[in-house]
């Protein structure tokens, strides 16, 4: 065993390697995803070595064997998908290990016949081609998507943000649990007003077997939202004391991608940027909830100060508006005489939004995001028709409405804490009394 150790250090010591990689880049995931992807460049280098420097394909199958035992592992543990991206490179290196056997034996059958330096000078000038065309890919991928360095550094300063978060969440829970009461924007002082109403239990009620905790939280100050992203429930204490129920959280919410491409195509046509996450949470939310119509989303967005106030031509705005609108260039005569009918003053140019967005054609495409984004009903249950027609249309996904089992608790009095979250100003709570007589 030591014999075949020592022999087979180098192919050793580039698996290790590989493996610290496959490590770091899982770790990595959320702060620069890429990396994952470049590790699958340093499989394939791995077996064109293995080929130079004659380190068998058996390495590369005991390899693939240790990868699967961590996945077995992982699935134990129901760690599902750590388990896949492992599971992946169980079958690469199988295969490359397959491969590698018929390599090794005409390996060999060279070596037998002296001219085995052909084979090796063969696989250096692969390796030396493989390592420019991966750098070449991955220098062409950066500099075709100048966003990467953006949201690499995003992904880095939320993946810090987010150790901090959860450091003082646990070892500093009243500081975590906290709040701003006045926070200054744009030079203007602003001051909270987070509004938590507990439809269910009610103030002393008797309650008994499973309940729904029902209710709704705000801050009235938010434009795009109800500036309300988490709500966490306690029972018989506050954070730390008390006993943690659970929570909810508008980060569960699947955006669907046909959604998410007609806002981002939106954004970019007449705004040339991406809608910011708040914005985009905004606009898909209320369009797959159908808050807002597609119509309604659309109009919105092109009837705004940020494209309005644009210093575009006639004929560049109508070049937008299909763009934006249609999805499609615009044909020759039909951007002749919307351009013409400006040029005169037949009409201006919120009229031509308004015929662009009641065309047969845009209804069509209306009708088409229908059919593959059907209506979705939300678990938070949203409660516009008591508090959105006061705070405006800004209310959603503030609601709550789970499910409480009070057989798992004695019988007797208790209070129930249910702590809102803004992103601006912090926590808030509201707490409540009832019983419990099973």
């Known amino acids: 065993m030591d014999k075949f150790l020592k022999e087979k250090k180098i192919g050793l010591s580039f698996l290790a390697a590989f493996f ?83 390599f090794d034996n005409l390996r060999e059958k060279l070596k037998s016949k002296g001219i085995i330096k052909i084979y090796k000078k063969v696989f250096l000038s692969i390796l030396v081609l493989f390592l420019f065309f991966s750098a070449f890919t991955i220098v062409r991928d950066f500099k075709i998507n100048p966003d990467y360095p953006v949201v690499i550094k995003e992904n880095h300063n939320k ?20 709040g701003l009461d ?48 988490r709500i966490e429930f306690f029972l018989n204490g506050k954070p730390g004391k008390g006993k943690y129920l659970g929570s ?43 808050i807002l119509s597609f119509k309604n989303v659309a109009l919105n967005i092109v009837n705004n100060k940020e494209f309005i106030n644009k210093n575009l031509s006639n004929e560049d705005f109508i070049k937008v508006l299909y763009l934006g609108l249609l999805n499609r260039e615009p044909e020759e005569d039909g951007l002749k005489n919307w351009t013409a009918g400006l040029s005169l003053g037949a009409v201006d140019r919120f009229e031509v939004i ?49 499910g409480f089992d009070s057989t798992k608790l004695k019988n007797g009095n208790y209070k129930l804490y249910v702590y809102a979250h803004s992103p601006v100003f912090g926590w808030d709570y509201k707490e409540v009394n009832f019983f419990i007589e099973n």
């Open 20 to 102: 610290l990689l496959l490590i770091i880049s899982l770790f990595s995931l959320s702060i620069f995803p890429q990396l994952y992807q470049i590790s699958i460049f340093f499989a394939v280098m791995i077996f064109i070595f293995s080929q130079y420097f004659d380190f068998e394909y058996r390495l590369l199958i005991g390899f693939a064997l240790f990868l699967l035992i961590i996945c077995l592992f992982l699935l134990i543990f129901k760690l599902d998908t750590l388990a896949i991206y492992f599971a992946n490179y169980v079958y690469a290196f199988l295969a490359l290990g397959i491969i590698g056997y018929f």
């Open 159 to 178: 993946f810090i943000s987010d150790v901090k978060d959860k450091y003082i969440r646990t070892f500093k829970k009243e500081i975590y649990y906290s």
């Open 182 to 229: 006045i926070v200054e924007v744009y030079g203007k002082k602003i001051s909270r007003d987070i509004i938590i109403n507990i439809d269910n239990p009610k103030a002393n009620k008797v309650i008994s077997k499973t309940i729904l905790l029902s209710g709704w939280a705000i801050e009235t100050n938010s434009k795009y939202d109800s500036g309300i992203d």
């Open 248 to 290: 909810i959280s508008n980060a569960s919410y699947e955006i669907s991608i046909e959604t998410v491409k007609i806002i981002e195509n939106l954004y970019r046509q007449f705004y040339n940027r991406k809608p910011t996450e708040k914005e985009l949470s905004y606009w898909t939310i209320n369009l797959e909830l159908r």
């Open 354 to 402: 308004d015929r662009f967005l009641n065309s047969e054609e845009f209804k069509i495409k209306s009708d088409n995001y229908y059919n593959l984004v059907p209506l979705k009903q939300e678990t938070l249950d949203i409660l516009r028709k008591d508090a959105g027609n006061k705070y405006g249309e800004q209310f959603y996904l503030s609601g709550f409405n789970v």
